[in-house]
């Protein structure tokens, strides 16, 4: 079991990685929609009460809304945009990827304390390799010019907390996993709304040209 | 279910008024919603069921005098946007600042957001579950989104990015906190309702609790529109149109306000009530100061009043952070903060409508031009400075009692120099607007007296003016008494 | 058993590395649908290079000179402390990993002097490009080697390699993974492959190794010739090390099987040239320091 947990956890590093060094937003997309697939099947091999009806409806939800459809409504809402690429993020892309190691570094130290808490059978990077993926989704928010990426980000941070709750085992009610797939995916959906019509607005989304509001 | 109707009935209402067929009585909707969510609310504060223990949902003290402010300052936020939309009609809008055309976002959302964000208020306020308070206030973000972006231009839509993607981030911190929590109280408490955790707080990992309050300070402190996280707030407000400024400041900071008093009472009960109390004075301290300091040279009357609501929120937090007295006057200090503040953003409504600017140099002789307007708007000024006759003056006596009573000589210190030096900064605003007269030219066709002032545009303001000034002569007992029981519901009397 | 594997190690690694050019060309050949070169051409170009004299410059000095020679030794030592599957190396000792990393080190350091001393600012810019590089790959291949040792617990290299199957806990999995990912890219950055480097296309101002070489000619140019194969077979037989640490048990059967991984990584090396257009200039950094991060997890996750 630790080996499949292993493999899982570092295919979810990879994805971090790459969605740091990748400039494509298509391939971010992807990205992001495999991530959710990862963090399905970890959900998956580390829920704690075993597998219940309703703790594999819920992650198999969460896996359909975050890996199909977000993506989809992610890339609608660019259609006709010509993004394809992100142009020369404010962190360029070869130092968001050693900050992304510096941040892998931080996740670990500052995981040591939460690790013996957690679970036996899961990966003993399960805890950092969560948190880096938060701190990824946070540098990507912070870094990225494009509304779309600033999207993503979020997703990917939301992930990142999925991650985390999943790998301490954390058993939440029914409800309130329902509340919460349901507010990523109605965040989401306004998100891109909001995407789309600052592209009609603007001819671009590139957030950075979105200054006249200051002091 | 009771307790159900107060979200359900805004809810079906929103979903209703968003129906293509229901144009003709959709304001109505919205007014008839507005009364009977108050109506209930009332009902439900008078007459509270008893909370049992680890029930997900109910209503306790501080929950309640949240919740009544928001419904009240709705009803009124309802009845002004009956005239605002009326005004708003045309599909067409020249923009006020740049000139430029725009269409608005059509009325059906925005009446059903403006209900859906009332719902989603209201579960806040009734949750008893972290993750479901979690959903809650999240909810409450989606909600408003909408509502920002109501003036379809470049400016209103920058703001609502900001405000989208700022209060997200900040609240899945929130969630991460909840996980903390959650972690923290395994096998110890049955699951994340208040009253299980606070019962089982004393058994708990201190270094968990610690660190879960932090999250939860960023996350519902970004909400709140706590300094450093403030950023989304001023845009936010200042882009929104009035009244649905007048309800972000005075409801939704409220409600963020209200999910980290439930934080606080946790670490609380756990003990480390002096650490969760000391990060929230440390917070609001800075926030009224940063505040104060953003408001000297402010040019833009709705921005002030948003920099206002960032000081007041900081007044909040130090307040229910100081706990004793100060913790009552922070109750106090919200039901005054949000009538006040919901009557100045309707005020700024009406002058931004007749003068078509947000400048403070171009508003001038608001007094002359609309008297009633203007006399609200001097009022306000008053008011939200916590001059004496008003509410504002009593709670922020209080909390700055409070301070004085526990020797917290420095924050008291900051305190009265942050409320000074926004006393200052405010009148260098408020009063020109007020008084000065446009350098002389008669012809000039905006300095002709006598602007209309609809009676849907003043009334609703005057309300709640009325109610800030009554609070600060008389607090009726029962109130008082609502308000320490919400205060000692904190745990750090 | 096991000296005599070492002893066959290095007369194969002597005699076949210049087969591995052979191999990867046959392959790239294949994708392309071209009969392609013969296997052993690399060998007779070696004779006839061998069979020239060479021609000096006046203007340079004897560090010229000194440099394919030095080199050549450098890449002959690094050669006597490579293991290969049942094969230690043939010096070996605790802590030569350390010393395998700077005799490759040195290789670099002579090419690149003798490269300078020419005076033509084409070797120069090309000096500056594998420098550039080369600092970048370096501590890659130091932090691989790092992760694997830190995982085992050994210092030696072949040490190292030995223990690698014979851990209990799979702990060791995922970072004889990453590190032999990371491995390879340093194997395709070190050796002038084409995401980094085309070895075909001389003269192009976008070369790095090449260019560096332009002015050695005849016997020099034949040791560097022979020197870049036998790197190329020392970083395959590291990569295999990570890649495959499976043993039969037997040291000489274990040193064929390692010998068939070597050239399976040529293989392999030669589709990832098929299938890759070269990177800009611009992008190496990021590959590299992409691999730099695959390597640093690799020593996060041994030392958890």
């Known amino acids: ?215 | 279910m009771m307790l159900w109707s107060v979200v359900l009935i805004p809810a079906i209402a929103g979903i209703a008024a968003m129906l293509p067929p229901m144009r003709a009585v959709r304001r109505s909707l919205l007014v008839a919603t507005a009364v009977a969510h108050c109506g209930l609310v009332g009902w439900v504060c008078f007459a509270t069921p008893v909370v049992s223990r680890d029930s997900w949902f109910a209503i306790d003290a501080p929950a309640r005098i949240i919740l009544a402010i928001t419904s009240v300052l709705f009803l009124a936020a309802a009845l002004y946007c009956v005239g605002y939309l009326r005004r708003e009609e045309g599909r067409t809008t020249c923009d006020a600042e740049e000139g430029f055309l725009f269409h608005n976002e059509p009325e059906g959302i925005f009446v059903g957001c403006l209900l859906l964000f009332l719902a989603s208020m209201s579960f806040v306020c009734i949750c008893q579950h972290f993750g479901l308070l979690w959903v809650a206030v999240e909810a409450t973000t989606l909600a408003s989104a909408p509502l920002i972006s109501f003036h379809r231009h470049h400016r209103s839509l920058e703001a609502t990015w900001k405000y989208l993607l700022i209060c997200s981030v900040g609240i899945a911190m929130a969630l991460l906190g909840i996980f903390f929590l959650a972690s923290a109280g395994r096998g110890h408490a049955p699951g994340l309702t208040l009253s299980g955790l606070v019962s089982s707080a004393a058994a708990m990992d201190p270094v968990w609790l610690k660190a879960a309050f932090i999250l939860l300070l960023v996350g519902y402190g970004t909400k709140m529109g706590l300094a450093p996280m403030h950023t989304w707030l001023p845009d936010a407000h200042s882009e929104a149109p009035s009244v649905v400024s007048a309800l972000l400041s005075g409801a939704l900071l409220n409600c963020a306000f209200l999910g980290l008093l439930r934080g606080h009472t946790v670490l609380a009960a756990a003990g480390l009530g002096s650490f969760s109390g000391e990060l929230l004075v440390l917070l609001g301290v800075f926030s009224m100061v940063l505040a104060a300091v953003f408001m000297i040279r402010q040019t833009d009357y709705k921005r002030m009043l948003a920099y206002s609501s960032i000081e007041h929120m900081g007044i909040l937090a130090v307040g229910a952070g100081l706990g004793g007295v100060a913790a009552t006057g922070a109750m106090l200090h919200a039901m005054n903060h949000s009538a006040v503040k919901g009557m100045l953003f309707l005020a700024a409504g009406n002058l931004l409508a007749v003068y078509r600017s947000k400048n403070t140099c171009d508003v001038q002789g608001v007094l002359e031009k609309l008297p009633v307007t203007g006399c609200l708007w001097f009022a306000g000024f008053l008011a939200i400075t916590g001059s004496p006759p008003f509410g504002l003056f009593v709670s922020e006596l209080t909390i700055l009692k409070g301070a004085l009573d526990g020797s917290h000589w420095v924050v008291a210190a900051l305190y009265l120099a942050a409320l000074g030096t926004a006393f200052v900064a405010m009148a260098r605003i408020f009063l020109p607007m007020a008084y000065r007269l446009p350098d002389g030219s008669p012809h000039d066709g905006a300095s002709s007296p006598g602007a209309r002032e609809p009676v849907w545009s003043v009334l609703p303001p005057l309300a709640l003016a009325l109610a800030a000034l009554v609070l600060g002569v008389y607090v009726p007992a029962p109130l008082w008494d609502a308000m320490r029981q919400a205060a000692s519901a904190l745990g750090v009397l | ?304």
């Open chain 1, 1 to 215: 079991m630790e080996v499949v947990s292993d493999i899982l956890v570092v295919l979810l590093l990879l994805s971090n990685l790459y969605l740091l060094a990748a400039s494509r937003i298509t391939a971010c997309i992807q990205t992001v929609a495999l991530q959710a697939v990862v963090l399905g099947v970890i959900a998956l091999t580390s829920a704690a009460g075993g597998l219940t009806l309703v703790v594999v409806s819920v992650t198999l939800a969460t896996m359909a809304v975050k890996g199909l459809v977000l993506p989809w409504l992610l890339r609608r809402a660019i259609r006709g945009a010509d993004v394809a690429r992100e142009v020369e993020p404010f962190v360029g892309f070869t130092t968001s990827v050693l900050v992304g190691a510096g941040l892998l570094v931080i996740s670990v130290v500052v995981a040591e304390p939460l690790c013996s808490s957690a679970p036996a059978d899961v990966s003993a990077m399960m805890i950092p390799t969560s948190l880096f993926t938060i701190l990824t989704g946070l540098f990507i928010v912070v870094t990225r010019r494009k509304a779309l990426n600033q999207a993503l980000g979020y997703l990917v941070l939301e992930n990142g907390v999925y991650v985390f709750g999943s790998s301490l085992a954390i058993e939440e009610p029914f409800l309130v996993e329902l509340g919460i797939l349901l507010d990523v995916f109605v965040a989401v959906f306004v998100m891109g709304i909001i995407i789309f019509q600052i592209n009609r607005e603007f001819d671009h989304i590139d957030t950075d040209k979105l200054s006249v509001l200051k002091d």
């Open chain 3, 1 to 304: 058993m096991t000296a005599l594997a070492s002893i066959l190690h290095v007369v194969l690694a002597i005699t076949l590395s210049p087969l591995l050019l052979g191999v990867i060309n046959r392959t790239k050949a294949k994708f392309a649908g071209r009969t392609g070169q013969p296997l052993l051409q690399a060998y007779y170009d070696l004779g006839k290079l061998l069979q020239k004299g060479a021609v000096y410059s006046s203007t340079a000095t004897w560090v010229f000179r000194a440099g394919p020679v030095v080199g050549l030794a450098a890449t002959l030592i690094a050669l006597a402390f490579l293991p290969l599957s049942g094969a230690p190396g043939l010096g070996a000792f605790p802590g030569d990993l350390i010393l395998l990393v700077y005799a490759l080190g040195l290789l670099r350091f002579m090419t690149v002097l003798a490269a300078l001393d020419t005076g033509s600012a084409f070797e120069g810019m090309g000096a500056s490009r594998e420098v550039q590089f080369s600092m970048l790959a370096e501590p890659v291949l130091l932090l691989s080697l790092a992760a694997l040792a830190i995982c085992t617990g050994k210092a030696g290299l072949s040490d190292i390699f030995a223990s690698l199957p014979t851990l209990d806990s799979l702990q060791w999995v995922p970072t004889a993974l990453l590190a032999s990912v990371a491995l390879f890219v340093v194997l395709l950055s070190e050796n002038a492959r084409i995401p980094v480097d085309d070895p075909n296309t001389h003269l192009e101002l976008t070369m790095i190794h090449e260019v560096m070489v332009l002015d050695h000619g005849g016997v020099d140019f034949g040791l560097i010739q022979y020197g870049a194969a036998l790197k190329l077979w020392i970083f395959s037989a590291l990569f295999v090390g990570a890649a495959m640490p499976w043993r039969i048990g037997q040291p000489v059967m274990d040193l064929l099987v390692g010998v068939g991984g070597v050239f399976l990584s040529a293989v392999f090396v030669g589709v990832v040239e098929s299938v890759m257009a070269r990177l800009r200039l611009i992008r190496v950094p990021q590959m590299l320091a992409s691999a730099a991060v695959l390597a640093l997890i690799a020593v996060i996750w041994a030392v958890r």
